[in-house]
Antibody, heavy 119, light 107 residues
Framework: EVQLVESGGGLVQPGGSLRLSCAASGFTFSSYSMNWVRQAPGKGLEWVSYISSSSSTIYYADSVKGRFTISRDNAKNSLYLQMNSLRDEDTAVYYC????????????WGQGTLVTVSS | SYELTQPLSVSVALGQTARITCGGNNIGSKNVHWYQQKPGQAPVLVIYRDSNRPSGIPERFSGSNSGNTATLTISRAQAGDEADYYCQVWDSSPGWVFGGGTKLTVL
């Protein structure tokens, strides 16, 4: 069974940093591209970042470019999101999502981890 | 950057057909994916590449895409179909783009 489990969320002050993790199991993690998607309270989905299976290709949404860094450790079946210079507007539930190889759709999602940026 | 436009809400009578649209410039040339999200839950893929259903998704869910509009159609709507629905495409920016979401109410 495919499982994605996020962790690392919490309360952080504006300007602070946080590192999110996503532990993958039930599939060959190293064969799949992965994404982070966030959802602010009461709002819609916003794509945050993409990383290819080998980490050779990385993309960011303009809203986080220069502040967030996506990475992965295929040996540990883990995906990460390093978030620096956090702002109030980064408050959201952060989901990791697997990108299906053929269709490029997000076929599996984690349950999400809440990040709250507030003083 | 590319934008996707969805109606904020759609209502459908129980057992009838709901249609949720997703508008974008020449969206017919792109692959569109659709997600269902119920309150407090993670999104679930219901349609990929315009009109394909993942395993486990009822045949009542179907999709189409042409011109400037993609459409998610839910036939014989059930109370359990009440949820937010999001369309998604890949943009050349590059990056993924989601529509603003549509809240489906089954009356």
């Amino acid at each position: 069974e495919v499982q994605l489990v996020e962790s690392g969320g919490g309360l952080v002050q504006p300007g602070g940093s946080l590192r999110l993790s996503c532990a993958a199991s039930g599939f060959t993690f190293s064969s799949y591209s992965m994404n982070w998607v966030r959802q602010a309270p009461g709002k819609g989905l916003e794509w945050v970042s993409y990383i290819s299976s080998s980490s050779s290709t990385i993309y960011y949404a303009d809203s986080v470019k220069g502040r967030f860094t996506i990475s992965r450790d295929n040996a540990k079946n883990s995906l990460y999101l390093q978030m620096n210079s956090l702002r109030d507007e980064d408050t959201a539930v952060y989901y990791c999502a697997r990108e299906e190889s053929g269709s490029s759709s997000f076929d599996y999602w984690g349950q999400g981890t809440l990040v709250t940026v507030s003083s | 950057s590319y934008e996707l436009t969805q109606p904020l809400s759609v209502s459908v009578a129980l057992g009838q057909t709901a249609r949720i649209t997703c508008g974008g410039n020449n969206i017919g040339s792109k692959n569109v994916h659709w997600y269902q999200q119920k309150p407090g839950q993670a999104p679930v893929l219901v349609i990929y590449r315009d009109s394909n259903r993942p395993s486990g998704i009822p045949e009542r869910f179907s999709g189409s895409n042409s011109g400037n509009t993609a459409t998610l159609t839910i036939s014989r709507a059930q109370a359990g179909d009440e949820a937010d629905y999001y369309c998604q495409v890949w943009d050349s920016s590059p990056g993924w783009v989601f529509g603003g979401g549509t809240k489906l109410t089954v009356l």
